[in-house]
């Protein structure tokens, strides 16, 4: 047996010995530590891809994005379901990951090789060409090695080592916020930015699978095609629920640059940059509480208390962010020195529009991942599924006349569906929809709302004070509607 697999068992046996408080203790230590990591990183890089778009110009930012969407559908490709499928089977059963790697590992490889193929294949069918072609395989390669970074993390994830891997999955970030920020004083152009893109997920890679071997020993390759037949089959519903998920978040961006215009595809990513900076939170959450759920499958009353607090965690502070954005859209933009005011006004448009939809998201979002690491994945993937149809026939219909405010529209409302969805299968969980706190989060949107609202209109603080002033009443707020108590606070502070 090799060290690779010696080392990961190892872990394993010492995670096996754990008591429930101390793995409870460390579930919530690792969810406080990436998501700090997380804040750190991202907003420093969505004040620089505003930057980036401002010299870029709209409608050549649009055209990358655009680009950059579609590799992110096509990815699933590279993965099927792959990374996702392993994060449940290791919560369940710690040996996986030390008896399927080295099967994995290639077959991961070489289906980055295929992806990476079809990319450019379904990008000569969309109409793109020449330059545009090449700036679809840099982007594509890029995202590639990314992906293949997270799968390769799990090797970390599985000897305990999650402060590490905490560290290494921003580190790409940072890398590409340094180098753009080198480019910048220079001129930045769109080949120099591919170029850093290129090198910090090139760097990234190279650098977390050497670390993977100097901790673990060299990894003995033991390809074998029915094993690997086997392990793609099973892992299936996952890589549907990933393409789903993909088509339904990047669409819109495809469409636009597509059926209106790059500029107004430049438009809607100015706004979306910071409806995925503020979902940042949420989708960092969320697996973390899905591999929860995954390891309490057979402890429903678990289930339910972990629910009512996951709520809360993942909804609370969506709540404030919001209010902040439909208050102060406007000064999300400051950085995009070179627009029109026309062209400003409808990019905070878009984006109050799509906090709307982060609401939404952050209230029902975790229902999904309760009902994945259920097994229900078929019936989450058709529910996601009427969804895209839903959010394809709206955008068909309405993004050549309304362009980017039409997409926002549409991708709320198939937000809407989606999460009208999940409640009506809950049941299947046999964990009960928390009705009552939905409500207090519901009530506490709108009683906040008002207070800002009436601040606003009754106080003449500029927009830092008002905020600052807004934080405090939130915290009374939380404590009025019992979303969060004094006892848990006494505890956590201990």
């Known amino acids: 047996m090799s060290n690779f697999v010696v080392s990961l068992k190892t872990g394993q046996l010492q995670r096996k010995n754990l008591s429930t408080s101390s793995s409870t203790k460390r579930f919530f230590g690792n969810i406080s530590f990436v998501v700090v990591l997380n804040l750190l990183v991202k907003p420093g890089w969505v004040v620089v891809e505003g930057l980036v778009q401002d010299r870029l110009g709209h409608a050549v930012f649009g055209t990358v994005t655009a680009l950059t969407s579609l590799t992110m559908i096509l990815a699933v490709l590279s993965d099927l379901g792959l990374t996702h499928f392993s994060v449940q089977r290791l919560a369940a059963e710690p040996g996986f990951v030390a008896e399927s790697f080295p099967v994995l590992l290639p077959l991961r490889g070489g289906l980055n090789i295929v992806a990476l193929g079809m990319m450019l294949l379904v990008g000569l069918g969309l109409g793109y060409h020449g330059e545009q072609l090449v700036v679809l395989g840099a982007v594509g390669i890029s995202l ?200 400003v006004a409808r990019m905070v448009f878009c984006v109050k529009v799509l906090f709307v939809n982060v609401l939404v998201h952050s209230f029902f979002a975790i229902y999904a991942s309760l009902l994945n690491s259920a097994g229900h994945v078929r019936l989450v993937s058709r529910l996601v599924m009427a969804s895209i149809v839903l959010n394809v026939v709206l955008n068909v219909l309405t993004l050549s006349s309304f362009g980017a405010v039409g997409a926002a529209w549409n991708t709320l409302a198939s937000a809407v569906l989606v999460s009208v969805g999940y409640v009506v299968l809950m049941p299947r969980t046999e964990v009960t929809v928390p009705w009552l706190l939905l409500g207090r989060l519901l009530g506490i949107t709108v009683v906040l709302c008002t207070v800002w609202y009436q601040l606003r209109e009754h106080a003449n603080f500029s927009w830092l004070i008002e905020t600052a002033v807004m934080v405090p009443i939130f915290a009374v707020l939380l404590l009025m509607f019992g979303l969060v108590r004094l006892s848990e606070l006494r505890r956590f502070s201990g």
């Open 144 to 343: 590639l090695l990314t992906q293949f970074t997270q799968f390769i993390r799990g090797t970390l994830q599985a000897s305990q080592r999650f402060n590490t891997d905490a560290v290494l999955s921003v580190l790409e970030k940072v890398l590409l916020l340094l180098f753009v920020l080198v480019c910048l004083p220079g001129g930045l152009t769109l080949t120099r930015y591919l170029g850093v893109r290129l090198m910090a997920a090139g760097f990234t890679t190279a650098l977390l699978y050497g670390l993977m071997v100097y901790l673990f020993g060299r990894v003995r390759y033991d390809f074998n095609f029915s094993k690997a037949r086997n392990l793609l089959r099973q892992s299936m519903p996952f890589a549907l629920i990933t393409l789903l998920y993909g088509i339904n978040e990047r669409i819109d961006m495809v469409m636009l640059e597509r059926l209106a215009s790059p500029a107004e595809a430049g438009y809607y990513a100015a706004a979306y940059r910071w409806v995925d900076a503020s979902m940042m939170y949420v989708w960092t959450v969320l697996p973390l509480f899905f591999a929860k759920f995954a390891s309490l499958q057979h402890n429903r009353a678990e289930q339910q208390s972990l629910l009512w607090f996951g709520q809360r965690v993942v909804a609370v502070p969506m709540i404030l962010v919001v209010g902040f954005v439909w208050f102060n859209g406007d000064k999300l933009f400051w950085n995009l020195v070179h627009s029109r005011p026309a062209e």
